[in-house]
């Protein structure tokens, strides 16, 4: 014989589930066995222990960081955090100019230079370049000489006021001598090396392979509002199969570096027709006192975007646009203390959660076998599915999103026992509501889960929504609740309707239920008395007289506004009746 409808649509239900499970599954088994990924999820700070980096401003004499300076500064090694794939770290505020920086698990290199590396960016128009880099010239005689330390004594000022800030009236006697004489291998001891933003720059590359005297800041890090990596194409379109980093400016970046550029492009042409080179077509981006790059200006960059080109690899591109992003701090920090924090208590306190967690689960467990008998193991049963679903999901997406689960999560995950125990209800008083209206089980199966999912689509929009607004607005372990919170409603929609409203489907075609057997929890005497509609019930035989009333007391609260004022019309109509008569 032919399936229903109903059958062949709670079996296509179930089915998807099952389906969707075995992907789950398949795809966290996979990663194990051959790729990074564990059987259980990542954990975060306050459970796994972790490291702690405090970061210091480095600031000159007097100079003093405001709190909107602070608070910027969060803002952007958040960011820088967040870029390198780590979950749950935490950035604070200590005191009134220190950062804290909280990572779970084992600080890697690739994050930690990200933090380490906090200082301004800046870019400076180039001076004088030396490549190699040297501190020694060589005399008369043949011989190398060390350059000396600059005598104090020599001229410092500037005998011309310089008209930009490629002027090489910026190069004094003294500046010239400093040149000379600085040894990059000194930038790898110093914690900064900064100089004030219209004063020139003695510095090298990161590597140490080039030494520069650069001019005065002329554009800001902060300027920059955004940098990736890609591969350069030509003027047709095609790829030329070298890694670029774009650039884009705001409009006080835009407006700057146009002028720069042309001034720079003016010094190439002219170095080009020469058949020299002049350092002064390039221009340097400085983070933490070192050139992280210092490409020359092969023509006039007008608009919001800008090329960087040179010797890239992919790698190399994507680590100097990362930089050149999430590098524009309003002033330099330095590394005051980096410590690793034990995750002792962390651990006492997810035992005391999944004890909880536990506690809650017995409770609805008990409650539901009590109030519906064994339509309770129905919810048990959702329960347990989501709880699957819920730990498989966690678990892939701490491989593949380095997400990790935190005690807040944790909160998360427990307050969604009773969210999700709270659709099961509505769906079953639903379908007593339509039983006591008359209806077969399979009748009141489908029509009250069309009342149902209207009353628990909405609550869990409700929940969705708070979630989302928490996530977008909070920060640390106030986001880990809000993404746990989201991700189990999304998946308690997805149970209620692959499976908790598919089996009800199946259990209303067994005998069990479909005769009202005392251990259903839809027993026709624990219900009271079929209701009618408009006020209307029709008594059973087998309910004593106080039942039937209390029954009625209920059936009465659950009526709906529109049933409620036909019943007081027809009380009214029947008074008026009495009367007449």
Not at 74 to 102: H, W
Not at 343 to 349: E, F, I, N, R, V
Not at 389 to 416: F, H, K, P
Request: with cysteine; glycine share 8%.
């Amino acid at each position: 014989m032919a399936k229903t409808s109903p059958v062949r649509h709670a079996s296509r239900s179930l089915i998807w589930l099952g389906a969707l499970v075995v992907v789950l599954a398949a795809a966290l088994t996979s990663g194990v066995l051959w790729g990074s990924a564990t059987i259980a999820p990542k954990l975060g700070l306050d459970l796994q222990g972790g490291t702690e980096v405090i970061l210091t401003p480095a600031l000159e004499g007097n100079q003093q960081i405001t709190s909107d300076e602070l608070n910027q500064a969060v803002s952007i090694i958040r960011q820088r955090v967040n870029a390198s794939g780590v979950s749950e770290a935490t950035v604070s505020t200590q005191g009134n100019s220190n950062i804290v920086v909280d990572v779970p698990g084992r600080l890697d290199d690739a994050t930690k230079q990200r933090i380490e590396a906090s200082s301004k960016m800046e870019l400076r128009p180039v001076l004088l370049a030396q490549t190699p880099p040297t501190t020694s010239f060589t005399g008369d005689d043949g011989k190398e000489t060390p350059y000396p330390t600059p005598a104090p004594t020599l001229q410092s000022t500037p005998t011309a006021k310089p008209t930009d800030g490629s002027d090489l009236n910026w190069v004094t006697p003294a500046l010239q001598a400093k040149f000379n004489a600085f040894d990059c291998s000194s930038l790898a001891d110093a914690a900064t090396n900064v100089a004030p933003a219209d004063e020139p720059l003695v510095t090298c590359e990161s590597d140490s392979s080039a030494k520069y005297l650069l001019g005065p800041v002329e554009v800001e890090g902060s300027d920059i509002t955004n940098a990736t990596a890609g591969m350069e194409t030509s003027q047709q379109g095609v790829s030329t199969g070298q890694w670029v980093v774009n650039l884009t400016f705001n409009s006080r970046g835009a407006k700057a570096f146009d002028a720069v550029s042309q001034r720079l492009n003016a010094f190439y042409v002219a170095a080009q027709s020469s058949g020299q080179q002049d350092p002064r077509s390039q221009f340097a981006f400085v983070l933490d006192g070192k050139v992280l790059s210092a490409p020359q200006m092969q023509g006039i960059i007008t608009g919001d975007t800008s090329t960087i080109s040179g010797n890239f690899t992919q790698q190399s591109a994507q680590s100097l646009a990362d930089q050149l992003k999430f590098g524009a701090l309003p002033v330099s920090f330095k590394v005051q203390s980096s410590n690793t924090i034990s995750a002792t208590l962390g651990s006492a306190q997810l035992l005391s959660g999944v004890i909880a967690g536990a506690i809650g689960l017995l409770l609805v467990f008990v409650y539901t076998l009590f109030q519906y008998r064994t339509l309770g193991f129905v919810t048990i049963f959702s329960l347990v599915i989501a709880a699957a679903l819920t730990y498989l999901t966690i678990a892939l997406l701490s491989w593949q999103m380095g997400y990790r689960l935190s005690l807040a999560g944790v909160a998360g995950l427990i307050v969604a026992i009773g969210f999700t125990a709270d659709s099961f209800i509505v769906y079953f008083e639903r379908i007593r509501d339509e039983l006591r209206e008359g209806r077969g089980l399979e009748s009141a199966v489908e029509a009250g889960w069309k009342r149902a999912r209207r009353t628990i689509y909405a609550a869990k929009s409700t929940n969705m929504l708070s979630a989302i607004v928490l996530y977008i607005f909070a920060v640390g372990d106030v986001q880990g609740f809000a993404f746990t919170l989201g991700l189990t409603t999304i998946l308690d929609v997805i149970i209620v309707v692959l499976f908790t409203h598919p089996i009800m489907q199946l259990f209303a075609r067994t005998e069990f239920f479909a005769s009202g057997h005392k251990l259903s929890g839809l027993d026709p005497t624990a219900l009271g008395a079929v209701y009618r509609g408009a006020g209307q019930f029709r008594p059973s035989a087998a309910v004593g007289a106080a039942k039937l009333a209390s029954s009625s007391r209920e059936a009465a609260k659950r009526q709906t506004i529109a049933e409620r004022k036909a019943a007081e019309l027809a009380a009214a109509g029947t008074r008026r009746d009495g009367k007449d008569d």
